[in-house]
């Protein structure tokens, strides 16, 4: 909604490939500024290798990855979090033996220490609940309150470009609609975003666009109220 | 832990929440969290004199915990005039810097290290060529400490900037490697290239006492006895790494280590510079490391290869472990603990009261007072003295080996267990192996069955530790070693002050 022109994120011509095994297969994809973009696909269709490319855990032979129009395809992961990029992994991955208040410290690791009040701040007014259970370890906080601490960490950094790896995992159908809440007031206020997601119904009713990944390719691309109207697509991932 | 840093990020926040929370007591208030509201309901604390007991001592600070155990420590000298005290209370003054520098690079950064006591014995070394007759370089203490802690935290950098990506097992390999080529190199670094460097077996003699302000401070008293002020240095040292990486675990970096360990991807992608955390961690604890080296060199003024071999990388390890890896109090714990059972374990006297009281611990507190306590204890004296005088009488050879010291004890062990004045040869291997096996078909065992073999088999315990073990302390401290592992992985997998594991699901 808030989306312009400039894209934020740009993936052009990926090839990734692990060993012989050619995962992406020249793979285009776009996140405009402010925008909020969701990548579908089933199991196995290239979702998580392409976060990874987009974070340099892997590196593609071939093609470009392009933070705000600067090549980063050569960037290490920590350069690439501090030109405004965070993930909200799978499963989370809190650091469960420690508090609320230092995971979520660890998400500003990069930021310098005197900003660290008032990204504190800006994610206490978004999660109050945080707040109130600071000193709480966050390994024993329940599955829909980890996400809200995983999501606070990777805000933390005061992210332009935010990856979101299947939010919805593991939560109570009420936490998904919950949690998807969040992430369209999150994408509200200016973050670009990512979300990688299974569940298409859901994703697509917050979001702009879509992408809809089948091994490695994109094979299907649009506005997402186009994308829900798909008879293709409402086949095999809706299934009816 | 972090409550100074947690206030002072919480303040501004505190009016606001108030405001919104403030909307009376019997509403239920916006944005109020009750599991945060009843939190205090659900804590479950232990009732009676204990229970106040235990409230207090949380409230204890630090440093408070800190000055009494040196204090107290402090006192030994004083308390026992013996040489022999003296020099044990160095020697785990040495484990209690060993261990905190472990765990730093264990506990804290999660690395596996077993090359941790090349680097003890490099700052040895690196003390001893600075310092000695062996080169002539007599170089005074306030110059060759910093200069040997500058050594170790580089050779630990150096070894794990190869090692850097590599994790667990991978890197344990590498740096056990390490310490093999350590002690080859110094075993055989008497003719390296033509010259002689470490001394090999014979290692470095002359080492220079420590020198403070121009005054040396001599190894040994008149008469032979170990001067207890090295005692009192190393545990000055010993209080200011303390001090000093209680800091450091507070600090970002700290926190940084932690979360390493606990997910290094989740820590990557947060942006941390994970390889070079992981060296600083590697760097942290050779220096450590190596600044204990210095002070074994100064106090015996010479230096083996093999007093940095793998029994003190276990012993080390083990202490660790116990005490609760990653934990500052719980690692001087474990230091202290083992430090002192190693020692107690040399003397057969009392070793002996030790097992019989381990013994009789266990079985305590794996019946409580119940009336399979009272079987198994009756069950254990009567089948005793009935095999006692069996043995007895039929030939008096059978029971008369005994001739141990213990007081009390050694009186009731030489009337109960059956110990031949001549043990055949086959009898150690066989009633060893036996125990082991019998003690593993007990864990297999349920109810009644399990009782009624557990009486044969702590007889057969204290068989083998009458006629087996304690004529051997040697190899009895390290299979004691590994008794308590196995008892910390079963019943305190965490050790005794350890963090708490959250595990994420």
């Known amino acids: 909604m808030s989306a312009n022109g400039t894209p934020m994120l740009e993936l052009e011509g990926i090839n990734t490939y692990y060993g012989q095994i050619h995962i992406l297969q020249d793979e285009n994809i776009v996140v405009n500024e402010g925008e909020l973009v969701c990548l579908l696909g089933g199991n196995a269709s290239g979702k998580s290798t392409t976060l990874k490319t987009i974070l340099g855990l892997v590196r593609p032979r071939t093609g470009t990855v392009r933070l705000a129009g600067e090549d980063v395809t050569q960037l290490p992961t920590a350069h ?86 299947e939010p919805s995992m593991g939560l109570a159908p009420i936490l998904v609609e919950k949690s998807f809440e969040i992430i369209k007031h999150v994408n509200e206020s200016g973050v670009g975003m990512l979300v990688v997601e299974q569940n298409a119904n859901v994703s697509l009713s917050i979001a702009d666009r879509g992408y809809v990944l089948s091994t490695g ?23 009816r | 832990m972090s409550g100074g840093y947690d206030d002072e990020l919480s303040r501004p926040l505190e009016g606001a929440l108030e405001a919104s929370t403030s909307e009376g007591p019997t509403s239920p208030a916006v944005g109020r969290d009750e599991w945060v509201a009843r939190h205090g309901d659900n804590r479950t604390r232990r009732g009676g004199l204990l229970g106040t007991v235990e409230a207090r ?70 003390y001893a060529f600075l310092s000695s007759d062996h080169y002539g370089i007599h170089l005074p203490s306030f110059v060759s400490i910093p200069l040997v802690v500058v050594i170790g935290a580089t050779t630990g950098f150096l070894v794990g900037l190869p090692s850097r990506r590599l994790t667990g097992d991978y890197l344990a390999i590498v740096t056990l490697f390490f310490l093999l080529l350590f002690l080859t190199v110094t ?27 121009g005054h040396e401070l001599p190894p040994t008293l008149e008469g032979g006895l170990f001067n207890p002020a090295y005692m009192y240095v190393v545990l000055a040292v010993f209080v200011v790494v303390y001090v000093a990486l209680r800091f450091v675990n507070l600090s970002r970096t700290g926190r940084a280590w932690r979360s390493l360990r606990e997910d290094p991807l989740a820590a990557e992608v947060m942006g941390m510079p994970v390889n070079s955390l992981k ?57 202290v603990l083992i430090g002192t059972l190693l020692e107690l374990l040399r003397d057969p006297g009392d070793s002996r009261v030790l097992f019989y009281a381990a013994i009789v611990l266990g079985v305590l507190g794996a019946f409580r007072f119940s009336v399979k306590l009272a079987v198994v204890v009756a069950g254990t004296f009567v089948f005793g003295f009935v095999a006692h005088s069996i043995a007895g009488a039929s030939d008096n050879a059978w029971v008369n080996g005994s001739g141990g010291e213990g007081g009390g004890v050694a009186d009731f062990a030489a009337n109960w267990v059956i110990v031949p004045v001549h043990v055949a040869a086959w009898v150690a291997p066989v009633s060893y192996v036996s125990l082991v096996a019998l003690a593993l078909v007990l864990t297999l065992l349920h109810g009644w069955a399990r009782i009624a073999l557990l009486i044969p088999v702590l007889y057969l315990a204290a068989f083998v530790w009458e006629n087996v073990m304690i004529a051997q302390p040697e190899p009895t401290r390290y299979i004691i070693l590994g008794v308590i592992l196995i008892a910390l992985m079963i019943f305190r997998p965490t050790g005794l002050l350890g963090e708490k594991r959250v595990e994420i699901i």
């Open chain 1, 80 to 165: 690439r979090i501090k030109r405004g990029l965070a993930i909200v992994p799978e499963n989370r991955r809190l650091f469960g033996p420690m508090t609320v208040l230092e995971n979520l410290e660890m998400g500003a690791y990069l930021r310098p220490k005197a900003d660290l009040k008032a990204e504190f701040e800006r994610v206490y007014e978004l999660f109050p609940l945080l707040y109130e259970r600071r000193t709480q370890l966050a390994g024993t906080m329940s599955g829909g309150e980890q996400q809200m601490v995983a999501m606070g960490r990777a805000l933390m950094s005061q992210p332009k470009m935010l990856l979101m790896d």
């Open chain 1, 217 to 239: 390719r994109v094979v299907l691309e649009g506005k997402a109220a186009d994308l829900l109207q798909n008879e293709e697509l409402r086949k095999a991932y809706l299934g």
């Open chain 2, 57 to 126: 001592l949380r409230v204890v600070p630090w440093w408070a915990w800190l000055a009494t155990f040196v204090a107290l420590f402090c006192l030994l000298p004083v308390a026992s005039d013996s040489g022999y005290v003296r020099r044990v209370a160095f020697d785990i003054a040495i484990y209690m810097l060993l261990a905190l520098g472990l765990n730093v690079v264990v506990g804290w950064g999660g690395l596996l290290d077993l090359g941790y006591i090349a680097f003890f014995g490099i700052g040895a070394y690196a």
């Open chain 2, 187 to 213: 075993t055989n670094g008497d003719d390296l290239f033509g010259h002689n460097v470490t001394g090999g077996a014979n290692g470095l003699l002359n080492a220079d006492p420590l020198s403070l302000f």
């Open chain 2, 279 to 335: 060296l600083m961690s590697f760097a942290f604890g050779a220096a450590i490391a190596a600044l204990s080296g210095t002070f074994v060199t100064m106090l015996s003024a010479s230096v083996f290869p093999l007093s940095f071999s793998f029994p003190l990388l276990i012993i080390i390890y083990t202490m660790v472990i116990l005490g609760g890896s990653g934990s500052q109090p719980g690692v001087v714990l474990g230091a």
